[in-house]
């Protein structure tokens, strides 16, 4: 019979620690080595920029640019922050992560904005509620165009996001939804239709205009100026072209029990 001997756990741990002991000891001589050794001229200019992410508006040419005067030196004497923090000021950068890659690199990971509205006069509104303000070319087209007081920019983007959801299926689907100064919602639809919702919830009106607004105004759209659902028990349409003569703006108001029906007066 024969008998297998195996080393004593004891003795595998201190091989283990001699050797997590040696690879200590090369990195402390090497922490203390690179120092010196930059100092002397002895490691090489950074002289390539890596740029990893999935961009759609980033410009990369415009990043690399910017970023120059931070790069210049060695790897070691390289403010990794500074470099984070310098790319992060672009507009469409939301994160940046700076590494090195020996001996004369560095990897520059980043994710770019997502652009969820446009946001008052020039701006966008990312999917993460930060408003920033990229080149006018880079502006994306198709997207809403969301507005109010500042602060205010991420219950305006939810409000538009369950007020679309609920109207996208009718002819009274919204493209844009300002809150004003008076605390008054105001959409306006893909057809250049404005709907006025007052102050409180506005998505209180949307059965009014999936019911009633629409049975009485979708055969025309082209006629409508403004429908103002500012009342308790009803609205007022405006009409494009006034009816009852130059500088008077014709509304027929409608409550929802009379959809059918053209009440005219003359509004102020």
Do not use: C
Request: aromatic share 6%; charged share 20%.
């Amino acid at each position: 019979m024969s008998t297998v001997m195996s080393e004593p756990r004891s003795g595998r741990t201190s091989a283990l620690q001699k050797a997590l002991s040696g690879l200590l000891g090369l990195t402390l001589l090497a922490a203390a080595l690179l120092p010196a050794l930059d100092a002397a001229g002895g490691l090489p200019a950074v002289s390539r920029l890596e740029i990893a992410g999935e961009f759609r508006y980033l410009d990369t040419d415009q990043l690399r640019e910017r970023l120059r005067p931070q790069l210049s030196g060695t790897l070691l004497s390289l403010d990794l922050d500074a470099v984070r923090a310098e790319a992060e000021t672009l507009p469409w950068v939301a994160r940046a992560r700076v590494e090195r890659l020996w001996p004369d690199a560095i990897r520059l990971s980043l994710v770019e904005r997502v652009p969820f509205a446009r946001w008052s006069a020039g701006s966008l509104l990312g999917e993460d509620g930060a408003i920033f303000t990229p080149v006018e070319k880079t502006l994306p087209d198709g997207l809403p165009q969301l507005s109010g007081p500042q602060g205010q920019q991420a219950r305006v983007a939810q409000v538009y996001r369950e007020l679309s959801a609920s109207l996208a299926t009718t002819d009274f689907a919204i493209t844009s939804l300002e809150l004003n100064t008076r605390g008054e919602w105001v959409a306006r639809t893909a057809s250049g239709v404005e709907l006025r919702l007052g102050r409180g919830d506005p998505l209180q009106k949307a059965t009014l205009i999936t019911g009633a607004v629409t049975r009485a105004l979708s055969s025309r759209l082209a006629e409508i100026s403004y429908v103002d659902l500012r009342y308790s028990n009803g609205f007022a349409v405006g009409w494009v072209s006034p009816r009852d003569g130059p500088g008077v703006a014709a509304t027929a108001e409608v409550s929802p029990g009379m959809a059918g029906q053209n009440q005219q007066r003359r509004a102020p």
